[in-house]
Nanobody
Framework: VQLQASGGGSVQPGGSLRLSCTPS????????IAWFRQAPGKEREPVAC????????YYVDSVKGRFTIAVDNDEDSVYLQMNSLKPEDTGVYYC???????????????????WGQGTQVTVSS
């Protein structure tokens, strides 16, 4: 299963964006899906994850209450709704398959090393 992130853009602080994670295969619902991001000069970090068939979502503390990860059944994809954006949310956002979802979410949990191109999110006034 290959995943492609899209929907990034430039917004002012306090604004919103909705990112999409579109799978290429039909079996993606068997897996946990996670969003990661990488700010300039920093390591890639986790953002949120879910499983489409289990009531299981997780958010890192820095985005909890502002971001929502969910399944878009109409588009057969996963989205990340980002509200109340802050400059520190700036970065390239990636989605991918992970082996588990919860506290300690890490890039080490990725099931493959193909990150794709990601999608750029810029929050600036």
């Amino acid at each position: 299963v290959q995943l492609q992130a899209s929907g990034g853009g430039s917004v002012q602080p306090g604004g919103s964006l909705r990112l999409s994670c579109t799978p290429s295969g039909s079996h993606w619902r068997r897996y946990y899906i996670a969003w990661f991001r990488q700010a300039p000069g920093k390591e890639r970090e986790p953002v949120a994850c879910l499983h489409s068939q289990i009531d299981n979502t997780y958010y890192v503390d820095s985005v909890k209450g502002r971001f929502t990860i969910a399944v878009d059944n109409d588009e057969d994809s996963v989205y990340l709704q980002m509200n109340s954006l802050k400059p520190e949310d700036t970065g390239v956002y990636y989605c991918g398959l992970v082996g588990q979802c919860g506290l300690g979410l890490s890039t080490r949990w990725r099931l493959n090393n193909d990150w794709g191109q990601g999608t750029q999110v810029t929050v600036s006034s």
